[in-house]
């Protein structure tokens, strides 16, 4: 069987030291892509200084400023190969992270549409390791993946390019939580796979990932409850998840009239879902100490 061939997709916005860096590891890939496509969503000259710097690697200059969905889904329209491989311009694939795809891809049934892998995060700042994210599902796992993102970001992620026509990319209303949204429905129409290697880093620093900024995130949680509410209201399970991710974003973004209205969905499944109960807890806890550490007096400096 011939190798699948791929296409990256790499969103960036004014990063073009960490852009060069994300298409470094690209091009120290043991099995090369197909196709490189950067989509700049700011139109930024030393963005396209960087990818000239990478023979062969396309630069396309979004029409309008979309966020990391509209870049996604514009590289994606000019993408070649059979299967799409995303890189956020903030994260370092290694070496072997294609290569290790394709296996799975040529081992894999008819209805594969998604591969994933373990993946580390790192200090932007040291290098070093801070965690590692193993794979758990695989199959056909759309019950699992609307109750919880199993997958992770959309760096570690391959999707079969006709699939993702299929289901019209990226929803770009969602300002947060558009991989899990996008997972759902791959989800219900094909299989996922992973590799059970660390193939991705993703760096943890204060240069602006969407991870951080709690009012999209809440919005993002939701829009997902909005959307999906036939599907979540079939199963308490999860509209207590999907409940409760929402009173923990409202939380904190300090939206606390939001978190009333979503505690009473919240508290219920705090007694049907013990995996819920810990994962408010947790949420909780996190959330008191990050309000302390903002609270808490800053040493004065002397003269």
């Known amino acids: 069987m011939s190798r699948p061939s791929f296409t990256v997709v790499v969103p960036t916005s004014r990063r073009p030291a960490l852009l060069r ?15 490189v496509v950067v989509v700049d969503d700011a139109g930024d000259p030393e963005t396209q200084a960087v990818v000239a710097g990478f023979p062969g690697y396309t630069y396309a200059l979004n029409d309008r400023a979309r966020g990391g969905s509209g870049a996604r889904n514009a590289g994606a329209a000019l993408a070649r190969g059979e299967w799409i491989a995303f890189l956020d311009d903030d994260d370092l694939w290694l070496p072997h992270k294609l290569e290790a795809v394709a ?21 932007g700042a040291t290098g070093v390791t801070l965690s590692r994210s193993r794979p758990s599902v695989r199959g056909r796992v759309l019950e699992e993946l609307l109750y919880r993102n199993a997958v992770g970001g959309m760096s570690v992620v391959v999707v079969r390019r006709d699939l993702f026509e299929e289901v019209g990319g990226f929803d770009e209303a969602f300002p947060s939580l558009q991989d899990m949204e996008l997972y759902v429905r791959l989800a219900e129409r094909a299989a996922f796979d992973y590799v059970d290697d660390v193939l991705v880093r993703f760096r943890v620093a204060s240069h602006g990932r969407i991870t951080f900024d709690t009012a999209r995130k809440l919005a993002g949680a939701k829009l997902f409850a909005a ?3 036939d599907l979540l209201a079939a199963r308490p399970r999860h509209r207590h998840r999907a409940a409760a991710r929402t009173f923990l974003f409202a939380l904190s973004a300090g939206a606390y009239g939001e978190a009333a209205r979503s505690l009473p969905w919240t508290a219920a499944g705090l007694f049907v879902d013990p995996a819920n109960l810990a994962y408010v807890a947790r949420g909780v806890a996190s959330r008191a100490k990050a309000a302390l550490t903002r609270r808490a007096p800053r040493p004065v400096t002397q003269p």
Request: charged share 20%.
């Open 21 to 35: 860096e994300a298409l470094a590891s690209v091009a120290a890939q043991t099995l090369p892509p197909d196709q």
């Open 227 to 229: 959307k999906y509410r």
């Open 103 to 123: 296996a799975v891809v040529a081992a894999g049934a008819d209805d594969l549409g998604v591969v994933y892998s373990a993946s580390e995060q790192f200090d």
